[in-house]
């Protein structure tokens, strides 16, 4: 049973940095897929990014682009999110996932329906 367990959300100034972890368990995660989503206070979740496990490639929403990095430690089986810049409008419950067999790019589609995900971590972003 895969479980996912996010931490590393809180309270900080726009400008500041934050860190995010996803520790992953319950199966070998190699062929797994992880992904960053958020939902902010009414509006709909959406994608932030993914790193495939197995070569580390990584795909990024435009919104994350240049100030989010995706990052895995295979002996940790965690996945981290490195925010910086962060904006008022980063504001979000953020929220691990995972879903074998498909490409980080895969994972920013609308559809891909992540089977798995954390219980989310809440950042907050103020001006």
């Known amino acids: 049973q895969v479980q996912l367990v996010e931490s590393g959300g809180g309270l900080v100034q726009a400008g500041g940095s934050l860190r995010l972890s996803c520790a992953a368990s319950?199966?070998?995660?190699?062929?797994?897929?992880m992904g960053w989503f958020r939902q902010a206070p009414g509006k709909e979740r959406e994608f932030v990014a993914a790193?495939?496990?197995?070569?580390?490639?990584?795909y990024y929403a435009d919104s994350a682009k240049d100030r989010f990095t995706i990052s895995r430690d295979n002996a940790k089986n965690t996945v981290y999110l490195q925010m910086n810049s962060l904006k008022p409008e980063d504001t979000a419950v953020y929220y691990c996932?995972?879903?074998?067999?498909?490409?980080?790019?895969?994972?920013?589609?609308?559809?891909?329906?992540?089977?798995?995900w954390g219980q989310g971590t809440q950042v907050t972003v103020s001006s």
């Open positions: 996932a995972a879903k074998q067999f498909t490409t980080a790019q895969a994972m920013s589609v609308a559809t891909s329906n992540p089977p798995h």
């Open positions: 319950g199966r070998t995660f190699s062929t797994y897929t």
């Open positions: 790193i495939r496990w197995r070569d580390g490639s990584t």
